[in-house]
């Protein structure tokens, strides 16, 4: 009979470049092998035991919390928790680990361990040669919560090592007990493991000597070879341990912060109170019944199930934000409820959007709420240290993201250690583009000059296709805090973040649910800077306040604005996706806009319901229901589901889903790449809508919206928010399509466009763009009032590479109302470098003062030299008459300093040269009927490949009269890699495709002309 045994010491691939293996393999792994129990013991972490105690509780198997630790002076040990006061001890351990040293390390001493040793078992890690006197600690420490670790791994001297142990044992009166310094889960991740080791110790695989382990033995081994290797007392020694190691990651209780309630009133109370102050605000003229009646009804469900903290302390923040002028705006589910419209954590009128929610949180789930909230992006770090200062380090928390490995990181890293080129790694990083999956590796290795037939190429390929999904650190969400009642250090441990005054948990945001752990998201978005700054400019200029609220709800203008798609710019619909779906959809109100933002997502797209709801809406295509339960999910949406909320009632009705199974469906689809858990779903789907009386056409076609949903899931109550925020920015397009441009060239980057394409369109809209100018330009880009119905713009400081926020800050801060008298005023008034300054020259950001490019370049080749223009009084007389730039040079130095031109469009200068090759401009490629062969070229300014696209890569070409949207078929893509991938100039035969007033070029043939550009350097937001 097979001994029973528990592992007690076993790494996960969360001990980072060491453990081989993820924590949900160890735990399958036992559970075949029979193991009693499990401990997970990565080193001063617990950063991958939620995802163990999952698979564990999926599998049955006894799971043990625990880590190991490496000491100051030296000391090895593993610590477990065995009951709940022991977890919390060993969590707060291992954040004062962390949180004295820096990211990534931790430093402890023995005097850390005595303080928190209280409740904890300790299991020792003797080198070869212990010391009586540290096992003597150990039982002066511990008492008969020590143990001795005897890893018997096929070494040389293993019966020698057990006889020491057991000798040493007997003299300190600590027992022993097997382990098995587990690195992996099967001995054939050896090779892995190993280029993990090389990994971490930047050296080639070759020369790690000892570092590497001498033989595959730490992985989990049978129990019948552990009988063999071990006494049968050691083996029931570790059973023993695991019996006295109860506690359970569901014994976690997590606590609201309270002190958010005003003393002498309950949660309930004040809520209620502030709502009440809020819809006052906002219906001056008096609460529509139907506003307050929903407003009681969500304050009920929030008292039940005691949300009123979580309510109350989003709202806690979103108030100081607003104090401090800080744009913000909420989203999700619980955001668009009456409660958060009365709180201005949101501003989507629940009464425009009554028809959204029946209910906005769960009550049969008791999930916790959802409510994201956005803030100016150049702003949220002052959010963020709010919170901080609010509740302390140790209640406060940013969450954790893990960074896994992908195929080009693995490359690389891989590749390295094992002795490959960086040059070879260079050219393999050239040729892959995020799309190529792993049978493409053969031939993108081939292409960028390895041998995919020899040796170390098949053990790359091995090694990387292991490698990938392995986490490699934790990084900071964006945005995710969790903030606790207690001490959070209690619950999870705390690091450092790579930035300063930054802490975050150890736990990935995806592993919070498990545990119940609040989270409050705190993002950043750049059209709020924008919108923000927008509102500033306006305000000025009027003078007069001018909000969002300001902005008037249905504006005609704006909707026949959207329906041409001009959109660039514009939140959430400037891709070329939206701007392709509007002309189609045709916006007509808010709710609309709200579809709009939604459809073109993965979800109704590899759901098919992106063309049945168009045919339906123009009415080409009657609306049916297969059910009046059908309908009462599907009416507002023409029978076609379109958002996430839909697709989940769905499962209700349709399917007969529990609560539970519907938060099971919900659960797997937020982690379903991870744990690939979501396809068990499409039978109970499947059984569940047949048997009602659904056709199994209707219950692919769901399944098939559910995965989508998983890719990228967009449920109505963000699509709501962001409408919101897509029509306000829609009118300031409109309407001040200046102040618009100024600001979103104030918070770049941001969005799908870069400056140079902001600035093209909208001289389009017929506002002048003005160049820097050392005499008038601020560091930022402002408005310069012209006598025209809208103000020019005039292009800032920060606009020029390579000038530093001090020096552009100096040149404004200390130029005198009358202008600076030369470039040598300029010098001794700012004390400029002599690079700054020629920073400005190349930039022509001096030709006020100097004439022209070559003269102001000269002046300050002058300065430089230490030689005054002039002895005495300012002078221009000793600067020669320099010849200005040709057109083509100055377009050429402008991009090399601004990275765009005001001067004629660059390809304006090579026009003559591509109709010699009847290459047409991107107006005449408008003008064109649908069907008819052309070619045109551009600058390339995007290239897209949406991962519904079925490899279709969408390409943005720029001339001097527009855009030209090319789409590039899946076979030439693969034929014309270098092409496409490459080139800054790229020609295209076609033929054009009109749809309406969408017009497309299908690409036939690709060619680069980038030569043609000469030196001039252009750039494109590539795949974003």
């Not at 068990?680 to 009602?692: A, D």
Request: glycine share 6%.
């Amino acid at each position: 009979m097979l001994p029973d045994y528990a592992e007690l010491h076993c790494l996960s691939n969360f001990s980072f470049l060491r453990g081989a293996s993820h924590a949900e393999e160890l735990v399958v792994r036992a559970q075949s092998l029979g193991y009693r129990a499990l401990a997970i013991t990565d080193e001063c972490s617990l950063a991958g035991i939620v995802r163990a105690h999952g698979a564990a509780k999926e599998h049955g198997l006894h799971l043990i919390v625990g880590s190991e630790f490496t000491l100051d002076d030296g000391l090895r040990l593993v610590l477990l928790a065995p009951n709940r006061e022991a977890y919390a001890d060993l969590s707060e351990l291992i954040t004062t680990g962390r949180r004295q040293a820096s990211k990534g390390e931790y430093q402890l001493s023995r005097d850390e361990i005595v303080r928190f040793s209280r409740h904890l078992l300790a299991i020792w890690l003797p080198p070869a040669d212990p010391s009586l006197d540290d096992a003597a600690w150990l039982r002066w420490t511990f008492a008969d919560r020590a143990w001795i670790a005897v890893e018997l791994l096929m070494g040389p001297d293993d019966r020698g090592q057990l006889a020491r142990l057991e000798v040493l044992g007997r003299s300190a009166r600590l027992p022993l007990v097997a382990a098995g310094d587990v690195h992996m889960h099967v001995r054939s991740r050896r090779a892995l493991q190993d280029t993990l080791v090389a990994i971490r110790l930047s050296k080639p695989v070759a020369h790690c000597g000892m570092a590497l382990f001498p033989n595959g033995e730490r992985h989990l081994r049978s129990r019948l070879a552990l009988s063999t290797l071990y006494p049968a007392a050691l083996l029931a020694e570790s059973v023993r341990i695991a019996e006295r190691c109860r506690f359970s990651l569901d014994e976690l209780r997590y606590e609201y912060p309270q002190e958010v309630v005003p003393a002498g009133l309950t949660p309930s109370q004040y809520l209620a109170q502030l709502t009440a102050d809020g819809l006052s605000q906002r219906f001056p003229a008096g609460v529509p019944e139907q506003v307050q009646a929903l407003a009681d009804k969500e304050l009920k469900l929030i008292a039940e199930l005691g949300y009123e903290p979580y309510f109350l302390t989003v709202y806690d923040i979103v108030a100081w934000a607003r104090s401090q002028h800080i744009l913000c705006q909420g989203r999700g589910s619980a955001a668009n409820s009456v409660v958060c419209y009365a709180l201005h954590i949101t501003e989507v009128d629940p009464s425009r959007m009554s028809m959204l929610f029946e209910r906005f949180i769960s009550k049969e789930r008791n999930e916790p709420p959802d409510i994201d909230v956005d803030f100016e992006h150049e702003r949220r770090e002052e959010v963020i240290q709010y919170i901080y200062r609010r509740y302390g380090r140790e209640r406060a928390a940013l969450t954790a993201t893990v960074i896994s490995y992908r195929r080009r990181s693995a490359l690389r890293d891989v590749g390295r250690v094992l002795g490959f080129e960086e040059a070879q790694l260079e050219r393999l990083s050239d040729t892959l583009a995020w799309w190529d999956a792993g049978s493409d590796l053969p031939q993108r290795l081939a292409e960028a000059g390895f041998d995919p037939s020899s040796r170390q190429t098949e053990l790359l390929l091995m090694l990387v296709q292991e490698l990938l999904g392995f986490p490699r650190h934790l990084s900071q969400h964006v945005g995710g805090f969790v903030i606790s009642n207690g001490p959070l250090s209690r619950m999870v441990p705390i690091e450092n973040a790579a930035m300063p005054d930054r802490t975050v948990i150890q736990w990935d945001k995806d592993d919070l649910d498990a545990v119940g752990l609040l989270k409050i998201d705190v993002l950043a978005l750049g059209m709020l800077t924008a919108i923000r700054r927008t509102l500033d400019f306006l305000t000025q200029r009027y003078q007069r306040p001018f909000a969002l609220q300001d902005i008037p709800a249905e504006d005609p203008a704006v909707y026949a604005m959207l329906q041409r798609a001009d959109t660039v710019g514009v939140f959430q619909i400037e891709s070329r996706a939206q701007m392709s779906m509007l002309p189609r959809l045709k916006p007509q109100n808010y709710y609309d806009l709200t579809i709009e933002v939604a459809l073109v997502r993965p979800g109704p797209i590899q759901g098919g319901m992106v063309h049945p709801y168009l045919k339906r809406r123009s009415g080409e295509e009657q609306v049916t229901y297969p059910s009046e339960a059908v309908r009462g999910v599907l009416e507002r949406t023409l029978g076609v589901p379109i958002f996430q909320e839909q697709v989940m009632q769905l499962a209700f009705v349709a399917a007969g889903f529990s609560a539970g199974e519907a938060d099971q469906l919900r659960r797997s689809m937020a982690a379903w790449r991870r744990t690939g858990k979501l396809q068990h779903f499409r039978e109970r789907l499947h059984n569940g809508m047949t048997s009602r009386g659904y056709t199994a056409e209707f219950a692919a076609q769901i399944f098939a919206q559910i995965e989508g949903f998983s890719e990228y899931g967009f449920p109505e109550s963000h699509a709501a928010s962001f409408a919101l925020l897509a029509y306000a920015s829609a009118w300031l397009k409109c309407h001040e399509p200046a102040a618009f441009c100024c600001a979103l060239l104030n918070s770049l980057p941001m969005g799908f466009y870069t400056a140079s394409q902001l600035i093209q369109d909208v001289k389009r809209h017929q506002v002048r763009v003005l160049p820097v100018d050392a005499q008038v330009s601020q560091w930022l880009c402002t408005l310069e009032e012209i006598g025209e119905a809208q103000p020019a713009i005039r292009l800032g400081m920060a606009m020029i590479n390579g000038l530093g926020l001090e020096a552009g800050e100096r040149v404004a801060g200390c130029r005198p109302a009358e202008g600076y008298q030369s470039t040598e005023d300029l010098q001794q008034r700012s004390q400029l470098s002599a690079r700054d300054l020629g920073v400005l020259a190349k930039a022509n950001a001096l030709t006020s003062l100097a004439g022209n490019r070559r003269q102001a370049w000269w002046q300050v080749r002058g300065l430089d030299a230490g030689v005054g223009l002039t002895a005495g009084a300012v002078s221009l007389d000793a600067t020669p008459d320099l010849p200005a730039l040709s057109t083509g040079e100055a377009v050429k130095a402008d991009y090399a300093s601004l990275g765009l031109t005001l001067g004629p469009h660059p390809i304006s200068l090579l026009r003559s040269r591509l109709a010699a090759r009847r290459l047409l401009s991107a107006r005449e490629i408008q003008q064109m009927p649908n069907g008819r062969p052309a070619r045109c070229a551009g600058i390339v300014v995007t290239r897209q490949r949406p991962a519904t696209a079925s490899g279709v890569v969408f390409v943005t070409l720029e001339d001097e009269t527009g855009n030209t949207n090319v789409i590039i078929w899946s076979d030439l893509v693969e034929q014309q890699r270098c092409e496409l991938l490459s080139a800054q100039l790229l020609g295209v035969y076609g033929v054009v495709q009109r749809q309406g007033q969408v017009v497309h070029l299908l690409a036939k043939r690709l060619v680069d002309l980038t030569e043609w550009l000469g030196e001039l350097d252009t750039q494109s937001r590539d795949f974003r």
